[in-house]
């Protein structure tokens, strides 16, 4: 979709959904181009949804934490919520610039948590970045950004979910980039594990991607410490040996079935989705093994 009609859209729908103080604005991937039915249901009357790019949607509402916990419940069988990791921290940031926005907070968990706040410019910028890097050193990573022009704010979450305050009118030009900016950059990681969560659906085009998606190991990076790494946030099966070194799978909470599994060669890892696997978290392990890792690169 081109940039001004995206906006044009986004600007009628917002103004339709009367959002008070704060709206939410979500980017999901579809199998198909086409939205769940589910949308029309008196629950969700006023959500609306829109196209940015070839199988990804915005979806549009006021919900609240609790609200979106229950929008995802309801429909994660139907379409896929996403996440990016920090390695897009830059990407971002430049995006922003690009508007004339800049780094002004964020928030980062993990081994503790920061909240850090700076003022909208180059100086505050950099000052955020430098203790984001020092935070990711010491295991505390980022999720959730605040870009800010001095007059508008926007808050750009981890689970792609951006949060626009409306006591003003929002400036939507810089969402649309950093919207599509993301897109373009994944748009090949989330194809291969779409073609793993959907092997054999006829709406995904593509062969299944049943290698799976394999990185190189940094040199002197144990099992054990890959195992610790990738399960972050989520409940580990166990490592047990394998025909070709070492695997284990990683479950969501409990241990009632696994949406990924990892294999480990002597310079290796493939993580492999399994089939209506969340993509979010399929990502999100990822991301985490990303931190010992060296390149993604095709199956071996």
Excluded: W
């Amino acid at each position: 979709m081109e940039k001004s009609e995206f906006i044009d859209l986004l600007q009628q729908m917002i103004d339709a959904a009367q959002p008070g103080n704060k709206i939410r604005l979500t980017l999901l991937r579809t199998p198909d181009n086409f939205f769940s039915g589910k949308i029309a249901g008196d629950q969700y009357v006023n959500i609306r949804s829109i196209p940015i790019a070839d199988k990804y949607r915005v979806v549009i509402s006021n919900f609240n934490t609790l609200e979106y916990k229950r929008f995802k419940e309801l429909f994660n069988d139907e379409v896929q919520f996403l996440s990016f990791g920090r390695d897009q921290l830059e990407g971002i940031v430049a995006t922003a610039n690009q508007s004339g926005y800049y780094l002004c907070g964020f928030k980062s968990t993990g081994q503790g948590t920061i909240s850090l706040r700076a003022a909208p410019d180059r100086t505050g910028q950099n000052y955020l970045l430098n203790e984001i890097r020092n935070g990711i050193i010491n295991g505390i990573y980022p999720s959730m950004y605040r870009l800010s022009d001095g007059s508008h704010l926007i808050e750009f979450r981890d689970d792609f979910n951006i949060i626009l305050s409306m006591e003003k009118k929002p400036d939507l030009a810089p969402v649309f980039d950093l919207l599509t900016g993301l897109i373009i950059n994944l748009r090949d990681l989330h194809d291969r594990v779409m073609r793993q969560i959907y092997p054999y659906s006829g709406t995904t085009p593509g062969l299944p991607d049943l290698a799976g998606i394999t990185l190189k190991k940094n040199q002197g990076i144990s099992d054990n410490l890959v195992h610790e790494t990738a399960c972050r946030k989520f409940t580990p099966g166990l490592l047990e040996d394998c025909p070709v070194g070492k695997a284990f799978y990683i479950f969501e909470k409990t241990y009632s079935s696994p949406f990924c599994r990892i294999t480990l060669t002597r310079d290796f890892i493939t993580v492999v989705s399994m089939p209506r696997a969340s993509m979010s978290s399929v990502l999100r392990v990822i991301d985490n093994v990303s931190g010992v890792t060296a390149v993604v690169s095709n199956a071996v």
